[in-house]
């Protein structure tokens, strides 16, 4: 078996339907296996893919969540792939990412992991596709604002290079190195296994790449990151980093960093109260919502146009401003060609429709 495909959904069916439809036409012609780690979902996620997906899908049900980085090792231990790619469900992935990746990872033997170049839902770029290690000095300069270093920004979008950090969003593994290293530390519910990941990846002496394949990442629609149990989590996980490969310095660094930790979790807790205020107060701001325009086959406009219609949908022949949500039919389109027309119309948001689940599909809703 050539590759793995780990996803692991909660809450999210629709989003994850998408990322798989998109993995199954990127991996046409490779020897390839799909996992889906449900984690304890309560939408029906588990029913709607069975029925969607049968035995296309390696479906894994968990009773519990044991949050992120379990579920991926529970997918792990069962695959057989040479090399495993760990996807999140909230993305897709244009036709030739994944190939040009394993191609790379081929000719580079030392590569351990590679990441790629990453979308936001507006087309630009997501800044943290490469990320520099967070040492105590890196971690500092970010906390005071200062993020050069630790996004990497002196290296080239177009361009592979060595970086530091790869992104858990889409994380492609050489099975070898994960035998060498070890699987993802459990200790780490969400975020923060990927950094120490990528960090013992180097340590046991494995190179870290960032490739410019490309892909979509809608950032954050399986989690809830204005809830206060984000905060916990986000910020508890930097510490469990910084006592696991830090702790042995002396207390004249590890201090300020861990205040630094505390002060900005502190400042977001805030920052969460106060909005929650300004809503109960009845304080709130005007949202304008986004007109739509739909690209793709007759039939495609036509559904989506009664979907607008029923749902009271402001719809426009061609984009007017950044307030448009680029509807593509993804059809008879293809997701390189949707990466590339997103990218195109840098500021507007991008959605999706299919006529397998007749869904709208964007960043912050899923339309029926």
Known sequence: MKLSVIIVNYNVRYYVEQCICSVQKATHGIDSEIFVVD??????????????????????????????????????????????????????????SIKQVLAFMDEHPKAGGVGVKMHNADGTVARESRRGLPTPYVSFLKMLGFTQRYYMSH?????????????????????EALDKIGLLDEDFFMYGEDIDLSYR???????????????????GESTQKTSFRYVHVFYQAMLIFFRKHYGHLSLLVTLPIKLAIYFRALMA??????????????????VEEPSFVFVGSQEMRDTCMEI??????????????????????????????????????????????????CLIITQTEVIK
């Open 201 to 219: 990846l180097q340590k046991g002496g494995y190179e870290n790449w960032y490739v410019p394949a490309r892909i979509v990442h809608y950032k």
């Open 269 to 286: 807790l805030v920052m969460m109260l106060y909005w929650r205020m300004r809503k109960y107060l009845g304080f709130y701001y005007r």
């Open 155 to 175: 290296l080239s979008w177009d361009a592979p290079g060595k970086i530091d950090v790869i992104s858990g969003a889409c994380f492609m593994l050489r099975r």
């Open 39 to 96: 984690n304890h979902s309560t939408d029906g996620s588990v029913d709607y893919l069975k029925k969607r997906f049968g035995s296309k899908i390696n479906l894994i049900e968990c009773n519990h969540n044991g949050g992120f980085a379990k579920a991926n090792n529970i997918a792990i231990r069962q695959s057989t792939g040479e090399y495993v790619l760990l996807l999140n469900p909230d993305t897709f992935v244009g036709e030739e």
């Open 308 to 357: 607008s219609r029923r749902k009271g949908l402001t719809c426009e022949e061609v984009p007017s401003g950044n307030n448009t949500c680029m509807v593509y039919d993804s059809d008879t389109i293809s997701y390189e060609e949707i990466i590339n027309q997103s990218v195109k119309n840098t500021g507007c948001m991008l959605g999706t429709y299919s006529s397998e689940s």
